[in-house]
């Protein structure tokens, strides 16, 4: 069975920057896109990015654009989001997911980590 644990969240300043990880077991790594969403008290869940196990550009929401970064450590089977320029705005639980092909739709994961909570406060 697959499972998904994150790691990296935490309270950071506004301009800060977090690192999360998210790592794959129980199946084998390549099989699977790995992507990140979040979700912020009362709102809907929200499409951070993924990292394909295929040939494909790699997607960002619009929110995080040029400030988040996505990366895969196959020998780890680890996905990593690294987060800058944090704002107060950004605060949510962060989630990693894995399926066989990236979507920003969060119902075609089969595949949920319990999440990892990021809160950005002075």
């Known amino acids: 069975e697959v499972q998904l644990v994150e790691s990296g969240g935490g309270l950071v300043r506004p301009g800060g920057s977090l690192r999360l990880s998210c790592v794959l077991s129980g199946d084998i790594f390549d099989d699977y896109s790995v992507a990140w969403f979040r979700q912020a008290p009362g709102k809907e869940r929200e499409f951070i990015s993924c990292f394909p196990n295929y040939d494909a550009d790699i997607e960002y929401g619009d929110s995080v654009k040029g400030r988040f970064t996505i990366s895969r450590d196959n020998a780890k089977n680890m996905v990593n989001l690294q987060m800058t320029n944090l704002k107060p705005e950004d605060t949510a639980a962060f989630y990693c997911?894995?399926?066989?092909?990236?979507?920003?739709?969060?119902?075609?994961?089969?595949?949920w980590g319990q999440g990892t909570r990021v809160t950005v406060s002075s």
């Open positions: 997911a894995a399926d066989a092909v990236c979507t920003d739709v969060p119902t075609d994961y089969d595949y």
